[in-house]
């Protein structure tokens, strides 16, 4: 843990006391903002992966086996259909914490979430990075791009400690996986990626490349950068995210950041609370609206604390 000087003590509680951070996940005041924007409480619930494990993308999978028999890796059934990467880790399970994590990085822009979060996928692909040439973030669609403003997987594969080169670039707007088969998901990206010219003559021959995104659901994007990747000469690709899902979602999650408590009545400025039945007031703190049998409108009573 972090030692915490004198002048960062003082520093913590003059902004405690005149901006009241919150914590990215749980939304609680942060006592101790110099640190960051997770609250200590919400890393110690960080849930990672742990063994028995796939021995190629290091994820606990049910239905492990060795395809090949009792000297052949222990392989998940995505690893077994997967045919360009040679090896995938994720930090942990798309759930909980790390959920809230990606989701406040990816569409709550709390960009400085991807220094925690690329230390975390720097340790977990300890084993994937050693040996690599070069990281390559999984790029987006200039439209994408330009909407978020920021490519996330850039900003997770500018902390895990190698050179990034960004040789990818989508070829064309894919349609959103949600709701796809696996095989329908390989449909959809292939041949979605390409390399860029400057990285296309030679440059990548030979080269160990370690493909970085945020999430893994069955392996079908990073595949296809892969694919590209290897057509320009590489000699092997890995895969890098923060987290894999276990299940494959039906619906997409609600891209926001967690939940914010609920607005308390008193909260409400006055041209937005309620008016009072009998006066035409807004409503004090406290008071609530039901309606009667037979009644056309909303009456509202003032509730006796």
């Known amino acids: 843990m972090k ?3 004198g002048w960062q003590t003082v520093c913590d509680g003059i902004l405690a006391l005149a901006w009241a951070p919150q914590c990215a ?5 942060l006592a101790k903002p110099t640190l960051g924007i997770v609250c200590a409480r919400c890393w110690r619930h960080l849930e990672l992966s742990t063994p028995p494990v796939c021995e190629s993308c ?3 999978h049910s239905g492990l086996s060795r395809p090949g028999g009792r000297e052949s890796p222990l392989l998940c059934r995505t690893c077994r259909e997967l045919t360009c990467l040679t090896r995938r880790r994720a ?3 798309y759930d909980g914490v790390l959920r809230l994590l990606v989701h406040a990085l990816k569409y709550g822009g709390r960009r400085s979430l991807a220094v925690p979060l690329g230390e975390l996928v720097r340790q977990a692909g300890s084993d994937v990075l050693s040996g690599a040439d070069y990281v390559v973030p999984v790029p987006l669609h200039p439209l994408r791009r330009w909407t978020r403003g920021f490519n996330q997987a850039t900003d997770l594969a500018q902390r895990v400690g190698l050179p990034v080169v960004e040789a990818l670039y989508r070829r ?5 996986q949600t709701g796809l088969t696996r095989a329908e998901r390989r449909r959809n990206m292939r041949s979605a990626f390409a390399v860029r010219r400057r990285w296309s003559h030679g440059a990548l021959k030979g080269r160990h490349l370690v493909v970085v995104d945020d999430v893994r659901t069955t392996g079908a994007t990073i595949d296809a950068c892969a694919a590209a990747l290897r057509q320009a000469g590489a000699r092997q690709v890995s895969g890098l ?3 894999f ?8 999650p609600k891209p926001a950041v967690p ?3 609920h607005r308390q009545q008193s909260d409400l400025p006055d041209a937005r609370r309620p008016l009072s039945a009998t006066s035409g007031l807004p409503l004090a703190a406290g008071s609530s609206t039901s309606r009667q049998p037979g009644a056309r409108g909303p009456v509202h009573t003032d509730r006796v604390r």
């Open 3 to 5: 030692r915490v000087s």
């Open 25 to 29: 996940v749980c939304d609680d005041i």
């Open 58 to 60: 290091g994820a606990p």
């Open 91 to 93: 930090a942990g399970p």
């Open 172 to 176: 064309r707007a894919t349609p959103p």
């Open 241 to 243: 995210t923060v987290a």
């Open 245 to 252: 899902t276990t299940t494959m979602p039906t619906r997409l």
């Open 259 to 261: 939940a914010r408590r």
